[in-house]
């Protein structure tokens, strides 16, 4: 069974702080994701990764950036928080390239940005 | 823009009937559509797909229809468990262009008992 873990399940930050999330898979999945879910709006891409230390941006990018040092781990960096980056964070991965490929998620971190 | 929309936000069934979630989308260069269950303080998890060579694809309880004339699709579930409560998200990737998969605002079904 593939795992996805994600380092915290409840975060709680102050604006202008420096967060990072963590997300470890365990199968040795060449992609990997983070996207954020929001009440009525889905699952958004911020950035995703098709390889270690490459990174592409998603749709949302702005406000975030991501390392992918080892194929395993990705993180995610809000550089200064903002109360408009309060939400549901989900990490995932999938194993390689493809329109059918499907992605593994993590529990998700929920982050509040007082 | 949205390219994958699930107009009905959330769905009210009884157990043991037909639950029926929609899926539409503008984009006719999609070729591939997943559905995927999301329960409460988890992750979403695969549920089942449909390549745009088929108009169904069936397991256990579960069936996708495609429909690309219309650029719809639906999810079946037969019948409907308390069990199946949660979040649907539809999704769509293109395999010539960006596979990665855009994914509708999701549908909340509650199954009742």
């Known amino acids: 069974d593939v795992k996805v873990t994600q380092s915290s399940r409840y975060l709680v930050k102050r604006t202008g702080e420096k967060v990072f999330l963590e997300c470890v898979q365990d199968?040795?999945?060449?992609?990997m994701f983070w996207y954020r879910q929001d009440p009525g709006l889905g699952l958004r891409l911020i950035y995703f990764s098709y390889d270690v230390k490459m990174k592409e941006k998603g749709d949302i990018p702005e406000g975030y950036s991501v390392s992918r040092e080892k194929k395993e781990r990705f993180s995610l960096i809000l550089e200064s928080a903002s109360t408009n980056q309060t939400s549901m964070y989900l990490c995932a991965s999938s194993l390689s390239i493809g329109a059918g490929e499907t992605q593994y998620f993590g529990p998700g971190t929920r982050l509040l940005v007082l | 823009d949205q390219q994958v929309k699930q107009n009905s936000p959330s769905l009210s069934v009884q157990e043991g009937r037909i639950s029926i979630l929609n899926c539409d989308y503008t984009n006719s260069m999609f070729d591939y559509f997943l559905w995927y269950k999301k329960y409460p303080a988890e992750g979403p998890t695969f549920l089942i797909s449909?390549?745009?060579?088929?108009d169904k694809n069936e397991d256990g309880r579960f069936t996708v229809f495609l429909n690309k004339s219309a650029k719809h699709l639906s999810l079946h579930i037969v019948p409907s468990q308390p069990g199946d409560s949660a979040v649907y998200f539809c999704?769509?990737?293109?395999?010539?262009?960006?596979?990665?998969?855009?994914f509708g605002r999701g549908t909340s079904l509650i199954v009742h008992p």
């Open positions: 449909i390549s745009s060579i088929k």
């Open positions: 199968m040795d999945h060449e992609n």
């Open positions: 999704a769509a990737s293109d395999a010539g262009g960006s596979y990665i998969p855009t």
